[in-house]
């Protein structure tokens, strides 16, 4: 392990400083000349414990914060070896995008994450007082789900029902192969409600919990993670003692993980298999097919980018997209008065870290400011002023945020002597 790291140290370094010589230091520390009761933790540390804890506590979180949308179900489970490899990889892929997404740009999760809840608690006191109509329990987490794509209605589609009154509310998994499930959003659960098709069922929270597979295990690994990452830092800015830009960093991720975590709070995690909201013994009624479209799942889901549709006239999306960057982008000043391998590195640094602070609010006042003077964002696809000053703004946060993620390895090489003393911090268990 330690030599593959400092493979990796080495490789940063050839890309980043070919002219300047690569030295190493390997600190000797004395064992003890009689048996002991006990032996304290060496007073340094090494570049490696830099990299590995600050990894871990970057992957810890990313792996527990995620609450994707429920996925696309499989038409048929009979299927042969090939097609199940080919769904397994198109499963895991779809994960392990949004974790990269997470680790490169959390503010982007924080973003969807903020908007998620936000839209959630618009939506659910209408939910609320329906349910209490129907005497039906309707917690946030429902309305979450449904966000979710979490809810499905289940019959016989291939022709008209003549009994509208044959629908029952369970909460099975499994349909007959012989059935059709249809993703009921909000807006299609509000309208056969308020038309009168259907009541709302009875389903619980216990049963949504029991579709829900949180880890809470590893959710505290990974909170107790950001603590220690946090304590360590907070003890060394006391001690007067050098921090590494890669730790300011994870400090950044921390504030957007726990950001994140607190927006999913009442949100599902990892929902496989949606729950049956109705469900029709015979065909579904035409009024009904005519409400939910043919939205047959399989051929279509909720994708997880549904929120990233960026409007100028939506508030709250331009709310969740300043408070993101800003989130990310503020702890990074922290750095503003650290080693750097050259001034020019420093002054890029801070001047990185300010604009990629302020870069929600400043996009949000331009956009209004276009809005107010007649613009629409379908204009900015033309090469005018307005389409130019519009992608710029986003494309220079793009390129500083990218030299803010490839200097913060970068100045790992760099670091001054009291950035390896240790704190008290190495006496605590942690991971890395």
């Given amino acids: 392990m330690r030599s593959s790291g400092r493979c990796i140290i080495v490789v940063i370094w050839a890309y980043s400083q070919v002219a300047q010589a690569y030295s190493t230091f390997e600190p000797e520390c004395t064992n003890p000349e009689e048996a002991v009761n006990f032996v304290g933790s060496p007073p340094t540390r090494g570049t490696l414990d830099i990299l590995w804890s600050s990894l871990f506590t970057i992957f810890a979180c990313t792996y527990t914060i995620l609450h994707l949308n429920v996925p696309e179900q499989r038409d048929s489970e009979d299927a042969g070896r090939w097609e199940n490899l080919q769904w397994g990889m198109k499963s895991l892929w779809g994960k392990a995008k949004w974790m990269l997404i997470t680790v490169l740009a959390p503010e982007a999760t ?195 980018d549904t929120f990233f549709n960026f409007s100028y006239d939506n508030v709250t999306e331009f709310t969740a997209l300043s408070f993101g960057a800003l989130a990310f982008g503020a702890p990074h000043l922290l750095a503003w008065s650290s080693t750097f391998p050259t001034p020019a590195e420093r002054i890029v640094w801070r001047a990185a870290a300010l604009y990629c602070s302020v870069f929600g609010l400043v996009f949000n006042f331009v956009l209004l400011a276009y809005e107010h003077l007649g613009y629409s964002l379908e204009r900015y696809s033309r090469w005018s002023a307005a389409s130019f000053i519009t992608l710029g703004i986003p494309a220079v946060y793009i390129l500083l945020r990218l030299f803010l993620l490839v200097e913060t390895f970068r100045t790992l090489l760099f670091l001054p002597p009291s950035a390896y003393i240790a704190t008290w911090t190495a006496n605590v268990p942690m991971f890395g």
Avoid at 193 to 200: A, P, Q, V, Y
Avoid at 201 to 218: Q, V, Y
Avoid at 222 to 232: F, G, H, K, P, Y
Wanted: overall charge positive.
């Fill in 110 to 304: 924080l973003v969807y994450a903020s908007i998620r809840l936000i839209y959630a608690h618009k939506r659910h006191p209408e939910f609320k007082a329906l349910a209490d109509v129907d005497q039906v329990p309707w917690t946030l987490a429902h309305t979450t789900l449904a966000i979710m794509g979490g809810f499905v209605l289940r019959g016989r589609s291939n022709r008209v029902g003549k009994d509208p009154e044959r629908e029952i509310s369970t909460a099975k998994s499994e349909p007959p192969a012989t059935e059709q499930w249809y993703i009921l959003d909000l807006d299609t659960i509000l309208k056969l409600r308020s038309e009168g098709h259907i009541t709302l069922p009875r389903i619980t929270t216990s049963e949504i919990d029991d579709h829900s597979k949180g880890d809470s295990f590893a959710k505290a690994i990974a909170v107790v993670q950001i603590v220690w990452t946090i304590a360590s830092t907070i003890t060394r800015a006391i001690r007067g003692l050098a921090i590494s830009q890669l730790e300011i960093s994870v400090i950044a991720f921390s504030v957007c993980a726990l950001t994140i975590y607190a927006c999913y709070w009442t949100s599902p995690k990892d929902v496989s298999v949606p729950i049956t909201f109705l469900q029709w013994r015979g065909h579904i009624p035409s009024p009904i097919m005519g409400i939910v479209n043919g939205a047959k799942l399989g051929q279509a889901r909720i994708t997880n």
